[in-house]
């Protein structure tokens, strides 16, 4: 997905320089906010964002190959929040192999887009997502 913004009828069509009601939304009220205990997380990871210093923590708990219950903290900017939110919602209920193939570009298409400096911020989730799958494989 690009950031472009295509009106049907002709209005606007350019780069996204606000926040979505998506972004908002998950923003002020991200999902599966939390903690597990070492004992209920199969995959654990944390993943900063040197450029910024936002951090990502994310837990999952996987039965039968599948992500049964997905929790994060994050501290950073609306678009880390708001992102990493999104991201535990794509990825509940996912296999390891289908969460694998969550991109960024899936995660800012779900919340409609976000601003281009802000693209990066969707990496923080994919990473932890990515490094906390392979936690619970080894
Ligand atoms: Fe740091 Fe958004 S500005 S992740």
Redesign the pocket.
Known sequence: MDSERNDEDGGYSGPILYYTDAVIDHFTNPRNVGEMADDEADGYACIG?PG?G?EMKLWIAVRDERIERIAFKSY??P??ISTSSMLTVLAEGRTLDEALAITDDDVVGALGGIPEN?Q??SL?GVKALRAAVASARR
Request: aromatic share 0%; with cysteine; net charge negative.
């Open positions: 964002d910024c936002d950073g900017c678009g880390a802000k990066h911020c923080l």
